[in-house]
């Protein structure tokens, strides 16, 4: 087991668009079991490299009992969209939000070893596919939403205890907090 901390938000990793992976070498493979360890602990259904602040294109993913991983990953996504799923991320962790996305992905891109691959997933696997594929641009599910659900996000997500723990991305007000954690 190699568990590593996940990046809260507010972490400049999360919008650091990723690096293609070019060597599918021995790193490349404790990578993707870190990554895999690290997201069944937390637990999670998918999470990406930057999320363990690492620059390369690659996630893993647990939905519906398949576990996986997929790198330098491409997308084709269904014109219709599922406009009310919920949807969380461990970099804010204990928050989810209806967000819109696809309802079916075509993912193509490499398994560990460098072999092609083409994953097809619908309803919560196409949601995964492009919620990693995201973290890889730097580009976070809070972007996803229409502007009056972020809006409320923020607001949640300013408030979290969580929040200021890594790299601030926010300026605090100077006045009092009356003891919330931020
Ligand atoms: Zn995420």
Redesign the pocket.
């Known amino acids: 087991m190699a568990i590593q901390p996940i990046r809260l938000f507010g972490d400049p990793v999360l919008r650091t668009p990723a690096e293609p992976v070019k060597d599918f070498d021995k790193e490349l493979r404790k990578l993707v079991k870190d990554l895999t360890d690290t997201m069944m602990d937390a637990p999670?259904a998918?999470?990406?490299a930057p999320?363990i602040g690492v620059g390369l294109r690659v996630f893993t993913y647990y939905v519906d009992k398949q576990l996986g991983h997929l790198i330098n990953p491409d997308l084709d996504l269904s014109d219709d969209k599922d406009e009310e799923g919920e949807e969380?991320?461990?970099?804010?962790p204990g928050l989810s939000y209806p967000t819109p996305r696809a309802i079916r992905a075509v993912a193509t891109g490499f398994n560990m070893h460098g072999d092609p691959v083409t994953l097809e997933g619908t309803d919560l696997m196409a949601r995964c596919f492009q919620?990693?594929t995201?973290?890889l641009d730097g580009v976070?599910?809070i972007d996803r939403m229409d502007s009056k659900q972020r809006k409320l996000a923020m607001k949640e997500i300013r408030e979290a205890e969580w929040t200021g723990l890594s790299a601030p991305a926010f300026k605090f007000s100077p006045h009092a907090t009356q003891g919330k954690a931020l």
């Open positions: 999670g998918g999470l990406a999320q969380g991320c461990l970099s804010f919620h990693e995201d973290h976070l599910f």
